[in-house]
T-cell receptor
Framework: EDQVTQSPEALRLQEGESSSLNCSYT??????LFWYRQDPGKGPEFLFT???AGEEKEKERLKATLTKKESFLHITAPKPEDSATYLC???????????FGSGTRLLVRP | DAGVIQSPRHEVTEMGQEVTLRCKPI?????LFWYRQTMMRGLELLIY????????DSGMPEDRFSAKMPNASFSTLKIQPSEPRDSAVYFC????????????????FGAGSRLTVL
């Protein structure tokens, strides 16, 4: 069965304390791995798409990486405004539908 | 563009009542998805449409749920009769399958409709 698992469920960091979020997947055929950010009361907002092992994408303090079994979202010197739930999703085929993980709730304290 | 527009943002109803959630996708997008989000199960795909045609409704929980897309700019998700376990946030999302530039293959979500069934 296709599965996406995110860890940790929740993460508390001090401002400036770098860390990584994990997304591991067991799927029959990966056609893309997506990272989204979700703020309370809002819909998920797109961050990155990764297509092949070894690929990396960066945006401000965030960097996403991909291997054959997992993806990491690295957060460098986070700020309180980075506090949100980060969702990972995989696309399996040509249908464009995404299967989401349960998310990591990140809290960055000033 | 105003993005994906959903209404109502909040709905409180009593068990047994009919609920209709509405979605206006981004103009030009040709695929539309309905997701449900709960604390226990996260984001689950309910159904999706390509060019207004339902392609996969395997995620629809049961016959009480139905979805329609009468034209490219409007879709509804209906629950009849509603039950307390249907309480969740329902998201609509859209994308342009043919777009090959930056942002290709990216689902854009609406702000969601929070449903509470008492």
């Amino acid at each position: 069965e296709d599965q996406v698992t995110q860890s940790p469920e929740a993460l508390r960091l001090q401002e400036g304390e770098s860390s990584s979020l994990n997304c591991s997947y067991t799927v029959s055929g990966l056609r893309g791995l997506f990272w989204y950010r979700q703020d309370p009361g809002k819909g998920p907002e797109f961050l990155f798409t990764l297509y092949s092992a070894g690929e990396e994408k960066e945006k401000e303090r965030l960097k996403a990486t991909l291997t054959k079994k997992e993806s990491f979202l690295h957060i460098t010197a986070p700020k309180p405004e980075d506090s949100a739930t980060y969702l990972c999703a995989v696309r399996l085929d040509s249908s464009y539908k995404l299967i989401f993980g349960s998310g990591t709730r990140l809290l960055v304290r000033p | 563009d105003a993005g994906v527009i959903q209404s109502p943002r909040h709905e409180v109803t009593e068990m047994g009542q009919e609920v209709t959630l509405r979605c206006k996708p981004i103009s030009g997008h040709n695929s539309l998805f309905w997701y449900r989000q709960t604390m226990m199960r996260g984001l689950e795909l309910l159904i999706y449409f390509n060019n207004n045609v339902p392609i996969d409704d395997s995620g629809m929980p049961e016959d009480r749920f139905s979805a329609k897309m009468p034209n490219a700019s409007f879709s509804t998700l209906k629950i009849q009769p509603s039950e307390p376990r249907d309480s969740a946030v329902y998201f609509c999302a859209s994308l342009d399958r043919g777009f090959l530039g930056s942002g290709a293959n990216v689902l854009t979500f609406g702000a969601g409709s929070r449903l509470t069934v008492l």
